[in-house]
């Protein structure tokens, strides 16, 4: 039982600090958007931007991971109170679906990088 | 009027207007004029003793302190046992999860003095205090908990009135049994289970807000993790 509470407390806690992440980077990734847009859109204009640049890297990298932090813990309560699936299996199914936004995420991310 | 345990029914009964009519006083007249089988819970009839919280046109209430004039639409009122606990027969619920939550939750003060010591001194306005006394008029009446969705979508829940229990008690600066309470309250069955719809807060008839409570145990409990000690 301690553990139980210890864990789920940990994973609360990950997803306000992801959360507090997430707000951050919403700001800056619309504000990007809004900025870039004003002259119409190219993909070479996005990657000129990105290409080669270890900023944008490391701030599309962070919110790949908070993303993908964030978004399972939510969808485990929406699945213990919506379709009672709790347990083990409820959890292993959200960390596949964590390390798959992580993986897509990322691959995205190293693709506007290289 | 909701007749019958979970199986049950619906009937219709016709009552006398009077002026300042209480909704206890509809439920009391049909039980001793019309039906006496009728099954229900009072006590004081002053909003005192919390138990004669029924569900009133949908809304968790106490009976005792809602004047029909209120709550009667086209001089009609649905009258039905609290939700979210089981029901034993007519307008009673059985309250045994809600009360046994309290005890799960920790609800009990743990003091550590003997009668051998002096009486600790808590500064009226120190903030511990404060919060404390924001919680503690609390009776029991288990309207925030037929209120509380979370309750109905997670039955292991502790729900609003345990959680504000063992907050007032993590305020208490007597206490001893902190940091098991805090444990107790931790995790999806407790304090971090709160979606902070505030039913509770919106429906409580003492104008409590357990969501503030929930809410500072959320922290309490976060700042004990980070530290190892939960």
């Excluded at chain 1, 978004?71 to 292993?92: H, T």
């Excluded at chain 2, 006590?43 to 009667?72: E, P, Q, Y």
Aim: charged share 20%; with cysteine; glycine share 8%.
């Amino acid at each position: 039982m301690n553990s139980r509470a210890r864990g789920e407390t940990w994973l609360w806690i990950a997803q306000r600090a992801s959360a507090a992440v997430l707000a951050v980077c919403v700001v800056v990734h619309l504000g990007t958007v809004i900025y870039a847009v004003r002259g119409g859109l190219t993909a070479a204009e996005i990657l000129g931007r990105t290409r080669g640049s270890l900023g944008w890297l490391a701030f599309y990298a962070l919110f790949v991971l908070a993303a993908a932090v964030h978004a399972p813990i939510g969808l485990r309560s929406v699945l213990a109170e919506w379709l009672g699936w709790r347990g083990p299996s409820r959890d292993a199914a959200l960390l596949a679906f964590a390390v798959l936004l992580a993986a897509l995420g990322m691959r995205a991310v190293l693709a506007v990088f290289a | 009027m909701w007749r019958g345990a979970a199986a049950g029914a619906f009937c219709h009964f016709e009552v006398p207007r009077y002026a300042s009519q209480t909704v206890l006083d509809v439920v009391t007249h049909i039980q001793r004029h019309l039906d006496p089988t009728l099954a229900y819970r009072y006590a004081c009839r002053v909003g005192m003793c919390g138990s004669c919280a029924m569900t009133v046109n949908g809304i968790a209430r106490w009976t005792c302190r809602t004047h029909v004039d209120k709550v009667a639409q086209d001089g009609r009122l649905e009258i039905a046992p609290l939700a979210n606990l089981p029901v034993i027969r007519d307008l009673v619920a059985d309250m045994s999860a809600f009360f046994d939550k309290w005890a799960r939750a920790q609800g009990r003060f743990a003091g550590a003095r003997t009668r051998l010591d002096d009486f600790e001194r808590v500064p009226p306005q120190s903030e511990a205090r404060l919060q404390a006394d924001a919680g503690i008029e609390c009776i029991g009446c288990g309207v925030c908990y037929a209120s509380c969705d979370v309750v109905a979508w997670n039955p292991d829940y502790l729900g609003p009135a345990a959680l504000n229990r063992a907050w007032t008690l993590v305020q208490d600066e007597r206490d001893a049994g902190r940091a098991a309470r805090l444990r107790a309250v931790a995790g999806d069955a407790g304090c971090h289970a709160c979606h902070t719809h505030m039913s509770c807060t919106e429906r409580c008839p003492k104008h409590i807000a357990p969501t503030a409570a929930i809410g500072g145990l959320k922290r309490a409990v976060a700042r004990a993790a980070l530290r190892g000690e939960l």
